[in-house]
């Protein structure tokens, strides 16, 4: 168990349609990431947040978007579903602002199917 | 071409080999990650390196920076070792990972 939580585990949805994915990072962890798992593109880096301000941004869609709150949970919403948005979405926490110095733990994912 | 590239895509083995997975990268890094991805799905880091080499119980990492070229390896391995291997690179710039796209490993007893 890596300390990071992630809800729903699984979420099914129609396109068009909007959802909100959620993030509880390992407790003391300040930065938070996003990232999204495809088939065929594997993993993707979509965003970053350290202590409620946006640091890094990847391969994220206009149509998505993310926030951290002042108790370090962050969300990811995700509008306007297309059937190529469906993939596994993994947050990732971290002591510090860079990958480089400190490792990153990831939660379980929540598997996002759009029909 | 992908920035970062890994081999074998697929590796099977008998339980005892030594195993390794190979990761090239072809732009400049701060840092070089080394995931485990379970059959369920969940991701676990297993080595940060930036320079030489680390040693986790079985599980060997190095990185040549000059030759932009890291391997992982498996000594003795295990049924539980079965598994999906990723490396990735962090260009030190804004935190931004890029992944390769992973060698499933299947150890058979």
């Known amino acids: 168990d890596s300390g990071v939580t992630q809800t729903p585990k699984h979420l099914i949805t129609a396109t068009g349609q909007r959802v909100t994915l959620r993030c509880s990072p390992r407790?003391?962890?300040?930065?938070v990431y996003w990232y999204q798992q495809s088939l065929d593109q594997g993993l993707q880096f979509l965003i970053q947040y350290y202590n409620g301000e946006e640091r890094a941004k990847g391969n994220i869609l206009e149509r998505f978007s993310a926030q951290q709150f002042p108790d370090l949970h962050s969300e990811l919403n995700l509008s306007s579903l297309e059937l190529g948005d469906s993939a596994l979405y993994f947050c990732?926490?971290?002591?510090?602002?860079?990958?480089?110095?400190?490792?990153?733990?990831f939660g379980p994912g929540t598997r996002l199917t759009v029909l | 071409k992908n920035e970062v590239e890994q081999s074998p895509q697929n590796l099977t083995a008998q339980e005892g080999e030594f195993i390794t997975i190979n990761c090239s990268y072809s732009?400049?890094?701060?840092?070089l990650h080394w995931l485990q991805q379970h059959p369920g799905g969940g991701i676990v880091s297993l080595f940060m390196l930036s320079s030489g080499k680390k040693k986790h119980g079985r599980l060997i990492a190095t990185i040549n920076i000059q030759e932009k070229h890291s391997s992982l390896h498996i000594t003795a391995s295990h049924p539980r070792d079965s598994a999906v291997y990723i490396c990735a690179v962090d260009r030190g710039s804004q935190g931004n990972l890029i992944f390769g796209k992973g060698t499933k490993l299947s150890v058979k007893p």
């Open positions: 990732a926490s971290s002591a510090l602002t860079s990958p480089t110095r400190a490792t990153q733990y």
């Open positions: 407790s003391g962890d300040l930065s």
């Open positions: 732009v400049g890094i701060s840092a």
